[in-house]
């Protein structure tokens, strides 16, 4: 038995979630990820996976043995590109994990720009809103805005975006235009599920105070870019970060409101986990995305 190449099925089970997945992935047949398992329990000596005819799931004892494989696994292929100088022409699959809206509205140029400076990497991206735990996902890296996680990670702080208030015209019309902070509990304001402030709005005045404004509403999401189009239908006001709001705020579609206000900003990072070599792949983007969001224009983000 090939003990590494067994390590990498197995863990090819685990992050795809079952053995026809993991098949497809190593571009081995089923029975021979199965072989690759049953082989490496026979030399443990222990059940690494739970098997029944609807799921698959790892063992105490399997998920243990995996996070130590993914970790030996990743000393191995970065001693191996040390060598033999895959650190200055990285390749590979590159797991990563990033924000709905962000991606869509400005992400999508940047990771195309990567993949035509990078051809050798091949970008498997899962766009999510939440923060997602790296090893059940298999993920090697996650771009994550405002919350960086509980794990133990590592983030490089890329870039910033700021928050805005918006509501649509016919809102305003019908409901009246704040014009202080204090007026919002007054009015439809939607809240963002994932927010780390929750209800409570937060605001800096001219003289540099402080001042978090609890908000009620009816609506509460997990997507940025839904509540926006919710503020567009007139329904409330939304508070979102700027590359959500600003190009609806261009066309017409929703007035800024609060102008005067300073709102809060948002640090934008690159997190991977705590290692102690850093992959040329997971290098090579977090560098990459660095560089990009420092070229953007401010009231892009």
């Not at 090939?2 to 053995?19: L, N, P, T, Y």
């Not at 402030?197 to 001219?206: A, L, Y």
């Not at 009620?216 to 839904?226: D, L, P, V």
């Amino acid at each position: 038995m090939d003990k590494f190449e067994a390590m990498r099925v197995f863990c090819s089970v685990i992050e795809a979630g079952g053995f026809a997945a993991a098949a497809e992935q190593t571009g081995l047949s089923t029975s021979a990820v199965s072989r690759h398992v049953a082989q490496l329990e026979a030399h443990l000596n222990v059940r690494l996976l739970n098997r029944t005819t609807r799921r698959m799931s790892p063992t105490d004892a399997g998920f243990a043995y995996f996070e130590r494989c993914t970790q030996l696994l990743a000393d191995l292929e970065e001693t191996e590109a040390s060598v033999s100088g895959e650190a200055r022409h990285p390749r590979g699959r590159l797991r990563l994990t990033a924000p709905i809206a962000l991606s869509v509205l400005r992400l999508a140029p940047a990771f195309a720009a990567f993949s035509k400076a990078y051809p050798e990497i091949a970008l498997d991206i899962v766009l999510s809103d939440n923060v997602a735990d790296f090893t059940e996902e298999g993920l090697d890296l996650a771009i994550r805005v405002g919350r960086v996680g509980s794990e133990n990670v590592v983030a490089r702080h890329i870039g910033e975006t700021a928050l805005l208030i918006a509501a649509a015209p016919a809102y305003l019309a019908r409901a009246g235009t704040p014009l202080t902070p204090d007026d919002l509990p007054r009015h439809t304001c939607f809240t963002y599920a994932f927010s780390a402030t929750g209800s409570h709005w937060e605001f800096v005045d001219h003289k540099g105070e402080a001042l978090s404004i609890r908000v009620g509403g009816s609506i509460k999401a997990n997507n940025g870019m839904f509540l926006a189009e919710m503020a567009v239908a007139g329904s409330g006001i939304v508070y979102a970060p700027c590359f959500i709001l600003l190009p609806l705020i261009e066309r017409g579609l929703l007035v800024r409101l609060l102008p005067d206000w300073e709102t809060r900003r948002l640090p934008i990072h690159a997190v991977y986990p705590t290692r102690r070599h850093l992959s040329a792949k997971v290098q090579a983007m977090t560098g990459f995305l660095g560089e990009w969001f420092e070229k953007q224009p401010d009231q892009a983000l």
